[in-house]
C-alpha cells in the first residue's frame, strides 16, 4: 500500500502562534489527501479533503480560516493550525486514497501537538 | 448521517483463542468497508479493505465479513497472540454532503491478548 509520512512527530508550541504540519505520499502521486482529529480515547474525525491544485473542502464545524491546508502537489499537503490554543491541542493525521487500490486510504503515523 | 458503532468497547482474552469484533453502521450507501488497528501513540494501519460488492476478506489470520444490507461488519482474529493488541477502528467509506467521499470512523475497540 501507499507509503505516507508527516513532519513532524510532535511539537509543542505556546499558545497564538500558528503550526505548520506536512503530510507527504512518498510512493505515488495522491490527487486526495485527508486531514483528521483524534482527541484522547477517541476516533478520528475527518475535518477537511484536501484536493490537488484546489481548495480543500472542510467538514461542519471546522473552521477554514483556522486550519489551512495546502495542497500544492501530488506529493505534499500541509495543515497549518493558526493562532494556535490549548484546545486545539490533539493528535493531528493525514491520509491518502490510493487510487491504484479501490480508494483504500494508507495513514501518516500522525503529529502530536501540544498548545501550552 | 452515516454513524460506525463497534462492540464491544474493549476486550481482553488469552493467547491462543479466536475472537470477533463487531461494527455496525446506519447507512448501507457505502463504496467500501476498511479495518484497521492503531497502536498507542501511533497511526492507523491499514488490515483490510471489503469493497461493497464483496462478502469477506481475508489476510493470514485475519478474516473480515461485510453484510451491506444490514449494516455490520465482523473481524475475526484467530489464534490471537499478544502483538494483536491494538485498538481496531472499522470505517466506512461513502459519499459526504460536499459530493467528495469520506470515511466515517467507528468508535474502535481496545483489545488486550494476555499472554
Known amino acids: 500500500g501507499a507509503v505516507v509520512s508527516q513532519h513532524p512527530s510532535w511539537v509543542i508550541c505556546k499558545s497564538g502562534t500558528s503550526v505548520k504540519i506536512e503530510c507527504r505520499s512518498l510512493?505515488?502521486?495522491?490527487?486526495?489527501m485527508f486531514w483528521y482529529r483524534q482527541f484522547p480515547k477517541q476516533s478520528l474525525m475527518l475535518m477537511a479533503t484536501s484536493n490537488e491544485g484546489s481548495k480543500a473542502t472542510y467538514e461542519q464545524g471546522v473552521e477554514k480560516d483556522k486550519f489551512l491546508i495546502n495542497h500544492a502537489s501530488l506529493t505534499l499537503s500541509t495543515l497549518t493550525v493558526t493562532s494556535a490554543h490549548p484546545e486545539d491541542s490533539s493528535f493531528y493525521i493525514c491520509s491518502v486514497a490510493d487510487e491504484r487500490a479501490y480508494n483504500e486510504q494508507f495513514f501518516g503515523p500522525g503529529t502530536r501537538l501540544t498548545v501550552l | 448521517k452515516q454513524e460506525v458503532t463497534q462492540i464491544p468497547a474493549a476486550l481482553s482474552v488469552p493467547e491462543g483463542e479466536n475472537l470477533v469484533l463487531n461494527c455496525s453502521f446506519t447507512d448501507s450507501a457505502i463504496y467500501n468497508l476498511q479495518w484497521f488497528r492503531q497502536d498507542p501513540g501511533k497511526g492507523l494501519t491499514s488490515l483490510l479493505l471489503?469493497?461493497?460488492?464483496?462478502r469477506e476478506q481475508t489476510s493470514g489470520r485475519l478474516n473480515a465479513s461485510l453484510d451491506k444490507s444490514s449494516g455490520r461488519s465482523t473481524l475475526y482474529i484467530a489464534a490471537s497472540q499478544p502483538g494483536d493488541s491494538a485498538t481496531y477502528l472499522c470505517a466506512v467509506q461513502s459519499i459526504s454532503n460536499f459530493g467528495n467521499e469520506k470515511l466515517t470512523f467507528g468508535t474502535g475497540t481496545r483489545l488486550t491478548i494476555i499472554p
Open positions: 510512493d505515488f502521486q495522491a490527487t486526495t
Open positions: 471489503i469493497q461493497s460488492s464483496q
